[in-house]
C-alpha cells in the first residue's frame, strides 16, 4: 500500500535510518559512493549524530502524536504500541552505552542496534503504518499529518528525491542516490 501523505515524514526518517542500520550490521556501506567509515569507532559518532538530530526528535513524535491514535483506534494496537516504546527504550539504551563506553565488543554491539533499529522500523512500516492509514478515520489522520508536517526539517538527507508521495520510483531513486550513510 502506498504511503499515506500524512505519515510521508516518519516514512522518511525510517528511510534514513534503514541505511544506518545497514552499515552498522554490514560493517560497512553497500553503495559505491558512500562515505560511511569502515572504523567502528568512526561509526558510533555517525550513530550519536544521527540519534541526536533525527532519531530522538522520531521516537518523541511517534510517541506524542503518532501511538496514541494506534491505541484508540487500532486492535491490535495497545500490545503492539507496548512493544514499540520497548524498543525505542532498548534503542536509546544502546545509544547510550555507545557514548559511556564507546570501545568494547563494538563489532557485537554496532550489529545489534542495527538489528534492532531494522526490526523497529520494519514493523512500523508494514504493521503500524497499513493499520493505521486504512484503519483511522481520515480526520484524525489528516491531523496527525498536520502535526507530523510541523516537525522541523533534518539533514543531511536525501529527501528531495522523496516529496512526492505520487511517485512510486521515489523511494527507489532516494535509496540508490543517498550516500550519506
Ligand atoms: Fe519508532
Ligand atoms: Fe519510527
Redesign the pocket.
Known amino acids: 500500500m502506498k504511503r499515506h501523505p500524512a505519515l510521508i515524514p516518519l516514512s522518511l526518517d525510517h528511510h534514513d535510518a534503514l541505511v544506518l542500520a545497514q552499515g552498522l550490521i554490514l560493517g560497512r556501506s553497500k553503495a559505491p559512493r558512500s562515505d560511511w567509515p569502515t572504523s567502528r569507532t568512526a561509526q558510533i559518532k555517525r550513530v550519536v549524530g544521527f540519534f541526536t538530530e533525527t532519531l530522538q526528535p522520531h521516537?518523541k513524535a511517534?510517541e506524542t502524536w503518532v501511538f496514541p491514535g494506534a491505541v484508540r483506534f487500532l486492535q491490535d494496537g495497545p500490545a503492539l504500541v507496548q512493544n514499540?516504546i520497548s524498543e525505542?527504550e532498548q534503542i536509546r539504551g544502546l545509544i547510550r552505552g555507545l557514548e559511556q563506553n564507546p570501545t568494547i565488543n563494538l563489532e557485537t554491539r554496532l550489529p545489534t542496534l542495527g538489528r534492532l533499529l531494522e526490526t523497529?522500523i520494519r514493523t512500523?512500516e508494514r504493521v503500524l503504518f497499513e493499520s493505521m492509514q486504512r484503519e483511522l478515520p481520515i480526520a484524525d489522520l489528516e491531523a496527525l499529518g498536520a502535526q507530523l508536517a510541523r516537525l522541523p526539517a533534518r539533514g543531511p538527507s536525501c529527501r528531495a528525491h522523496y516529496d512526492s508521495p505520487d511517485n512510486t520510483d521515489a523511494r527507489s531513486k532516494r535509496s540508490a542516490d543517498c550516500n550519506n550513510f
Do not use: G, K, M, T
Request: glycine fraction near 0%; charge should be negative.
Open positions: 521516537f511517534e514499540l525505542h523497529h512500523e
